[in-house]
Structures are given as structure tokens and as C-alpha cells.
């Protein structure tokens, strides 16, 4: 079949912290993009054979020492270009136009008006709202470029040479505060360069598929089953693929929440079919956290000994001739390597088997690095996978044991696991589990605080509810749910889980919060 990602976009990146959301802007459009760092040489930025370029923006300015510039490459190719703030200062320059500083910044919300009818503006309002954030601007296009809209602060704030299909806009269409972007980026993916909505679901899984089946061939393949969402989509993958020729190890630490290790188990190995092997190693974990509280230590321990017991299977499969490690590394965690310049073969710690012995040599296979988050929810829907697990929320490697703040106990993970399924039950029904918060769970801490039940006096432990909003993960806000629903799961919670005789509700953002509490 025809490769989904050939005919898409190349997106240069020079260091807009935009760079992936115009990626995932034109995925969104079914049309395959890869971000490239800015000096990425012609052979690898024509491997997919792109139907454009995309040039993201940059906090540089274009005359400083050292500043990116346009590949040379790129100005006696034939192919469309988009830049995008810097990258249209990159464009001008490289063409012998003429950027200087502005007179005034422009910072946020600013409006244009559009003065030349073209493609990139078809079908669009003459006066639109957009994000500007630059300091320099355009002075001069280059020879064969017009102006096609202004704004206050910015005689070019889009500049464009029809003919070699060469444009530039001042703003960020790919942000949501630049409502029309959306019809700006298509306009450039569909008009101006012609690509085809190719890239989807079902595409890349016939894809990977065949790709994953004429590498593996008759060998078979390894992979560490979290349950997660990365790695349970991997292991649909994978089975889709290779059916038999792979195996599951899970490894249950005891730091996973109610109900999780059996879950794992009955989807994967009862429904999906999937060779699993469940390790119970929760007494070996309990023993080496016990007394510990310092949270680096709590997860120094457990990705040690999760290395540990996941190499005594992996020898073991070694032995029966297993070539390939897979991986769930996904396409941001490629970018964070180096704009996907590095062949990103740093196996990340714990819950993806890092920092393997030496003696266990595998060929590493990746069969989502190509998938941003969204896209690989979309693809274990695709697959068949429930969506339990393919919505299931970000749940840090070290599991509980960073949610339980203090010493680790056998009970005290049972009380949290309590006081988690209330919490997430209650989110659930409420229809805000999936569509209202981010992530959301329940922290213990190691307090203990003065309450009444019925006539008596307790002393006992407290919990703390933590909900939040993000799109990045990157900042976040804490969630404003309903004083009723925090109600009525604090009610339960004093009720039903012995131990507990007060909850509180964090309401701190990121930054200058974390997330996690540990």
C-alpha cells in the first residue's frame, strides 16, 4: 500500500514553542506532517517526499550571530513554503528582502486586513483576528513577493509570490487565538500545495502493519505491558501484526490502583488474545520501599527493582530466541530527542525498561513514534481496544507509591485505592472523567488530623482530591469542579474508607504547582 506519510508537510523547527501544535494543526487536517530540525539536510527532508514546507517561528532575531537560517537548498526548490513569524523573516532574508526591528511589538491579539485577493486567504473575511507575537518585522519583501495584509504595527503581516506558491504570515494560525487559522493552514495544505488527506487511523495501522510484519519477519518481539495507553495500543499493534510472535510481560509492583492488574489481565490476555505474562512482584516492592519517604528514593528503588524483574523474563525470553524490544515512544517524546533528528533509541526509565543489563541485547521496534497522544487514542479505537484503557489517564511510572506521600504500607495503599475508585467513580458518572478534566486522583498525605464520628473522637489520615485542566500538560489549571460533587465524594469518602476522617481539595495551578505532588 501507498505510505500515509508520503505527500504530506516537512515542518522545520527553529524553536517556536508552537513547533508541535502546527504539526498536530495539519494532522488534523489528514494530512501528515514531521517536524525537522531547521538544518535538516535535503535527503532527509525529502525521505516522505513532502508536498511543502512549513518554517515555524523562533525567538531569534534574523541578524544575530548565529541566527537560523533558510536551508540554501530549499531556495532553488521547487517546493511550496509557509513561514510562520520567523520563518517568514528567514524567507525574506534569504531572498534579499529586508527585515528590521519594529517600532512597536506586537504581542497577542492584533487584527489584519487582507488587501490581495490569493490563495492562502481564499475564502476567507477580508478583517480577521490574530496572534501576533514578534518583534522584528518585514520592511521589504523580497523580488516577486506582494503584500497581502496589514495590521497596526506591521505594513506586511502576510506576504506571498503567488507564482513559486512562496508565502509568509507575521502571526500564529495554528494557536486557537487565531480563529480562522485553521482555514488559513488548509487553504496552504489543499490550494496552494495540493496534498491529499491521506493520513488517518486506518491508514497508518494498514501501514504499520505491513511495515512492522516485513521487519519482524518470523522473529518475535518483547514488550513491557503498563496497561497504559502508549503501551497498551503498541501491544494491539504488535498482536494485529505479528499475532503469536508476541509477548506481554506485566509486571504488578502493587502501586497500581483498584482493580488495575486484573483489568490488565482480562483485556489483554482474556479478550485481545495477547501472550501475557503476569508477574506479582507487590511483596518484593513492599519490602524494599518499606520506611522509605524521601520521594527520588521511592522511585530510585522502584525502577531498579522493575528493571530487575522485568530482566528475569526477558532472559528467560531471550533464551527462546525473542529479537525485538518494543516500545511505546511516541512522536513528542521524538521531538524533545532533537526535532526527530536523533534516531530517539534512549529507552526511557521504568515503565518503558530502561537502563536494560548488558547481557540482554534486543532490537529496538517502535511502532507509535510516528503518533501524537490524540492520534494513538484514535488508533487503539481503531483497533479495537475499550475505551477504559484507550482514555485511561496519564499515570506516572512509579504508580501510587508518588501518590502516597510517606511511608508505604500494605494499608495505606489499600486506603488510597479506597479513596481513588470514589473519586474517579464519581468524575465518571458525572460525565467529567473523560471531557472535564485532564487528570485527576487522589493523593494521601502523611497527616493526621482531629475529627468526630458519631460520639467519638478520631485521629486519622487525610486525603487531598487533585483535578486538573491542560491541552500540554506542560501548565495546567486546577479544575473547577461542582461543590456538589466534591461533596458528595467527600462524604463518601469519610464514610466508606476506614481511616480517612478528612478530604481537602487542591486548587493550585502549574506553575506554580506541579501536577503530582511528589
Known amino acids: 500500500m501507498t505510505d500515509p506519510r508520503q505527500g504530506g508537510i516537512a515542518i522545520l523547527d527553529y524553536g517556536s514553542q508552537y513547533t508541535q501544535l502546527i504539526a498536530r494543526r495539519v494532522r488534523e487536517q489528514g494530512v501528515y506532517a514531521e517536524v525537522l530540525p531547521h538544518n535538516v539536510t535535503s535527503d532527509r527532508l525529502n525521505q516522505h517526499q513532502p508536498r511543502g514546507v512549513i518554517l515555524s517561528g523562533g525567538p531569534n532575531s534574523i541578524y544575530e550571530v548565529d541566527a537560523p537560517q533558510l536551508p540554501a537548498y530549499l531556495i532553488a526548490d521547487a ?3 509557509l513561514g510562520i513569524c520567523y520563518g517568514m523573516q528567514a524567507i525574506t532574508h534569504a531572498l534579499g528582502g529586508r527585515v528590521a526591528a519594529g517600532t512597536s511589538r506586537e504581542y497577542g491579539a492584533a487584527r489584519i486586513s487582507v488587501e490581495v485577493e490569493n490563495p492562502l486567504f481564499h475564502g476567507m473575511h477580508h478583517h ?103 503501551s497498551a495500543v503498541a501491544s494491539a499493534l504488535l ?34 488474545g495477547i501472550t501475557l505474562r503476569a508477574v506479582d512482584a507487590t511483596e518484593g516492592f513492599l519490602s524494599a520501599l518499606a520506611g522509605i519517604t524521601e520521594p527520588e528514593r521511592k522511585r530510585e528503588i522502584i525502577g531498579k527493582l522493575f528493571i530487575d524483574v522485568f530482566s528475569d523474563e526477558a532472559r528467560q525470553l531471550s533464551a527462546e530466541g ?56 484514535a488508533v487503539g479505537t481503531a483497533l479495537g481496544l475499550p475505551d477504559s484503557i484507550v482514555w485511561r489517564q ?30 474517579t467513580e464519581a468524575l465518571d458518572k458525572a460525565g467529567l472523567l473523560r471531557y472535564g478534566t485532564s487528570q485527576a486522583f487522589v493523593v494521601l498525605l502523611p497527616v493526621r488530623s482531629v475529627g468526630v464520628m458519631g460520639d467519638n473522637r478520631t485521629y486519622e489520615e487525610v486525603v487531598a482530591l487533585r483535578a486538573v485542566t491542560t491541552d500540554d500538560f506542560m501548565t495546567a489549571d486546577w479544575a473547577r469542579l461542582p461543590f456538589d460533587l466534591l461533596a458528595d465524594v467527600s462524604s463518601r469518602i469519610v464514610n466508606e474508607v476506614r481511616g480517612v476522617n478528612r478530604v481537602t481539595y487542591d486548587i493550585t495551578s502549574k506553575p506554580p504547582g506541579t501536577i503530582e505532588w511528589e
Request: aromatic fraction near 8%; glycine fraction near 10%; charge should be negative.
Open 79 to 81: 517546493l511550496p513554503l
Open 322 to 377: 525473542v529479537r525485538f524490544l518494543a516500545q511505546g515512544t511516541i512522536y513528542p517524546d521524538v521531538i524533545e530527542s532533537g526535532a526527530g533528528s536523533k534516531t530517539a533509541k534512549t529507552i526511557k526509565k521504568h515503565h518503558n525498561v530502561g537502563g536494560l543489563p548488558p547481557d540482554l541485547t534486543f532490537e529496538l521496534i517502535e511502532p507509535l513514534r510516528d503518533l501524537f497522544k490524540d492520534e494513538v487514542r
Open 128 to 230: 480577521l483576528n490574530v496572534w501576533m507575537s514578534h518583534g522584528d518585522r518585514i520592511e521589504q519583501p523580497p523580488a516577486g513577493f506582494i503584500g497581502l495584509a496589514s495590521s497596526h504595527g506591521s505594513p506586511f503581516a502576510a506576504m506571498g509570490d503567488v507564482e513559486k506558491r512562496r508565502y509568509g504570515v507575521q502571526f500564529h494560525p495554528e494557536v486557537v487565538h487565531t480563529p480562522d487559522g485553521a482555514q488559513l493552514l488548509r487553504n496552504f495544505l489543499f490550494e496552494v500545495c495540493g496534498c491529499k488527506p491521506n493520513w488517518s487511523p486506518e491508514s497508518f495501522i494498514e501501514s504499520a502493519v505491513e511495515s512492522i510484519r516485513a521487519r519482524v519477519g518470523s522473529d518475535r518481539v518483547l514488550l513491557a505491558l503498563s496497561g497504559g495507553v502508549d
Open 239 to 272: 498482536h494485529r501484526a505479528i499475532g503469536d510472535q508476541l509477548t506481554c510481560v506485566f509486571v504488578n509492583t502493587g502501586m497500581l490502583r483498584k482493580g488495575e492488574p486484573e483489568q490488565v489481565v482480562r483485556v489483554f490476555r482474556d479478550e485481545q
Open 394 to 423: 496519564p499515570f506516572p511510572g512509579p504508580g501510587l507509591a508518588v501518590r502516597c506521600l510517606g511511608e508505604i504500607t500494605w494499608e495505606r495503599l489499600e486506603t488510597l485505592r479506597a479513596a481513588d475508585a470514589i473519586f
